[in-house]
């Protein structure tokens, strides 16, 4: 049982190119997210699941773009990776109940030069 | 909208104190609060879950306790050691309104336990 897999761990761009960071889950989880972490400011949600086919944006959704197709995976894509997008990403898998908790990725530190 | 709260920002003791950290949240519909451990670099280590209907849970030197009426949940570190040393986070699992099913967490708090 691998819980929350998450890939790249680091990654650098440069300003302009495009990457899709990968996060699946084997726990049949029917929620999935985003989220990215700065300095002094926790974790910010940037968009999430709430099934295969389903997904809604979060707090800081500019400049990524997701899908779901399967229920395992849900995939983070930066469009035209900015220096503003130079963080800790972090995906999260859980269900809405009230006794489970939820699962975390490893994180990817991104970087863009 | 949910919004996550912990004080302090930042927490320096001795070690062999015991200590307080808060997370207090605006909207009580939530399914549950969770606590998590994340070392300088690292990733999120969950330490305690709290259900919505429960009012603590215990894990060692650890204990979380959850007053929804008033927004608030708290972890109690005993006897802190410099092995606890850390970033401590929060987030709302939420029940209701805009915030059904999303995680919100707090800024963090991060501890430095010095011998």
């Known amino acids: 049982n691998a819980g929350v897999t998450q890939t790249p761990k680091f990654q650098v761009l440069k300003t302009g190119q495009s990457m899709t960071l990968q996060c699946a889950q084997d726990?049949?989880?029917?929620?999935m997210s985003w989220y990215r972490q700065d300095p002094g400011m926790g974790l910010r949600l940037i968009h999430y699941?709430?099934?295969?086919?389903?997904?809604d944006q979060g707090e800081v959704p500019n400049g990524y773009n997701v899908s779901r197709s399967t229920t395992e995976d849900f995939p983070l894509r930066l469009l035209s990776a900015a220096p503003s997008q130079t963080s800790v990403y972090f995906c999260?898998?859980?269900?809405?109940?009230?006794?489970?908790?939820?699962?975390f990725g490893q994180g990817t530190r991104l970087t863009v030069v | 909208k949910q919004e996550v709260t912990q004080i302090p920002a930042a927490l320096s003791v001795p070690e062999g104190e015991n200590l307080v950290l808060n997370c207090s949240f605006t909207?009580?519909?939530?399914?549950?609060l969770q606590w998590f451990r994340q070392d300088p670099g690292k990733g999120l280590t969950s330490l305690l879950l709290?259900?919505?209907?429960?009012r603590e849970q215990t894990s060692g030197r650890l204990n979380a306790s959850l007053d929804k009426s008033s927004g608030r949940s708290t972890l109690y570190i005993a006897a802190s050691q410099p092995g606890d040393s850390a970033t401590y986070l929060c987030?709302?699992?939420?029940?209701?309104?805009?915030?059904?099913?999303?995680?919100?967490f707090g800024q963090g708090t991060i501890l430095t336990v010095h011998p």
């Open positions: 999260a898998s859980y269900r809405v109940e009230t006794d489970t908790e939820a699962f």
């Open positions: 726990m049949n989880h029917e929620y």
């Open positions: 699941s709430v099934g295969a086919g389903i997904t």
């Open positions: 909207d009580s519909a939530i399914y549950n």
């Open positions: 709290i259900q919505s209907s429960q």
């Open positions: 987030h709302c699992s939420g029940a209701g309104g805009t915030s059904y099913g999303k995680l919100t």
